[in-house]
């Protein structure tokens, strides 16, 4: 379909993926009018997968993060200005404020401001050897920190980056130990059997687990931190800590600015937020979701890919939803998992497997009414057939229904599940 000129600049505010590829996709569907994509980071934009996976493995360069290659955004006219902040949005005047005392002009403005760590108010949290992880500073210097391997490192967080995390600083050969406030890690997202399946995973490797704790208090000696106090009064020496305990969507500019938020700046399907002209996407963005019928906020970058091309879209008048099945994915030491579907549909209800967890190559698929709502696969191989992601978002977006024991049934290839055209 032919853009739509917009008659005035479209500004991005954000550039990370999702506002990348909104640029990106501007070009691609043949806009020509101003493009603006303003980001607070003096990198170009980048996505954060490698940042916990293999470039702080040293397995890529900083080069294989970024979104297009350097020289894109000159050639196909986009003005990116990197470390320049948004300090407030006029949707009245349709100008954004920046923090050198200019403004910039908007017919359309996308929101991608993304997501940042949530922060523990313990004492001795200042010093030296502490952080959160969120940025490719913040990758760069934990890299640093954990490539010769030999120090102590505690990990406050067992969610999936604090997995990923404990997984790189185990294989550079440091001591590990991590903190959780579940009995089971990632219990929460996919259930006691396979949390327990990880944990054993990580202890194979030598990451001793404190679960549930909490740590109490970090103390130091000359300004850097020696050790974590947890809950129960016990000291556990470390030379670093990374605290992993989720994020929170960056609302501040929309919520200032009178848009409608909760947990991130509500939107409808096409990512248009409560207030015309304006659209989100990417972290930030909780959206619409056609398939329930609810609102659905995503941290992953499948999410902000898919994001930014259904922004873009919308802005420039085509009809465009994000509808796709939500999908992530996870490197931890020789375990690839990749997981689609709806987490909060599947929480509570226990996993069909078809494979073995003790040979590490299964299925999990989640049920509700005999109907697929999420899968996981880990370390599937590749055949002829279907992908098993193709096949988990194709039952999940057919809602047909399925027997538990036709889904754990080996003997039969992934393509018998689906329907019949």
């Not at 397995?59 to 990116?80: C, H, I, M, Q, T």
Request: charged residues 20%.
């Amino acid at each position: 379909m032919a853009a739509e000129q917009v008659a005035g600049n479209i500004v991005i505010v954000g550039a990370g993926l999702a506002g990348a590829t909104a640029a990106r996709t501007l070009r691609s569907e043949g806009h020509t009018g101003p493009v603006i994509l303003v980001g607070s980071e003096r990198h170009n934009p980048y996505i954060r997968p490698p940042l916990s996976k293999d470039y702080l493995l040293g397995r890529e360069g900083e080069d294989k993060a970024e979104v297009v290659p350097r020289g894109w955004y000159e050639e196909n006219d986009v003005d990116l200005r990197l470390g320049v902040s948004v300090t407030g949005i006029r949707p009245d005047a349709g100008t954004v404020l920046l923090n050198d005392g200019t403004s910039l002009p908007y017919h359309s403005l996308l929101l991608a401001t993304g997501a940042v760590p949530r922060t523990i108010p313990l004492p001795g949290s200042e010093l030296s050897g502490v952080t959160t992880f969120r940025t490719l500073d913040d990758s760069r210097g934990l890299r640093k920190s954990l490539e010769h391997g030999g120090k102590n490192v505690v990990m406050i967080g067992s969610g999936w980056i604090g997995m990923e995390l404990a997984a790189a600083a185990a294989t550079y050969r440091n001591n590990v130990t991590l903190l959780g406030l579940e009995d089971i890690p990632l219990a929460a997202a996919i259930g006691p059997e396979l949390g327990r399946f990880f944990r054993s995973l990580h202890e194979a490797h030598g990451v001793d687990f404190r679960l549930p704790a909490s740590a109490h208090e970090l103390t130091g000696t000359d300004g850097a931190v020696s050790a974590v106090v947890t809950d129960s009064g016990e000291v556990l020496p470390a030379d670093v800590v990374v605290i992993a305990v989720g994020v929170e969507p960056a609302v501040g500019l929309a919520h200032t600015a009178g848009l409608e938020v909760g947990n991130g700046i509500l939107t409808d399907a096409s990512l248009r937020t409560s207030v015309p002209g304006i659209f989100a996407a990417g972290d930030v963005a909780n959206a619409l979701h056609p398939f329930t019928g609810k609102h659905y906020r995503s941290e992953h970058w499948s999410n902000a890919l898919n994001g930014g091309k259904v922004a873009a879209k919308a802005m420039l008048g085509q009809d465009a939803t994000l509808s796709t099945i939500p999908y992530f994915y996870t490197d931890q030491y020789d375990v690839s998992m990749e997981y689609s579907g709806f987490p909060d549909l599947a929480s509570g209800t226990e996993p069909v497997i078809r494979g073995s967890l003790e040979r590490k190559e299964f299925i999990a698929f989640w049920q509700r009414d005999s109907r697929v709502v999420a899968g996981m696969s880990v370390n599937w191989p590749r055949t002829a057939g279907p992908s098993a992601q193709k096949v988990i978002k194709a039952l999940i977006s057919g809602r047909s229904t399925v027997s538990a024991d036709r889904l754990a049934d080996g003997s039969a290839g992934l393509d018998q599940l689906l329907p019949e055209a």
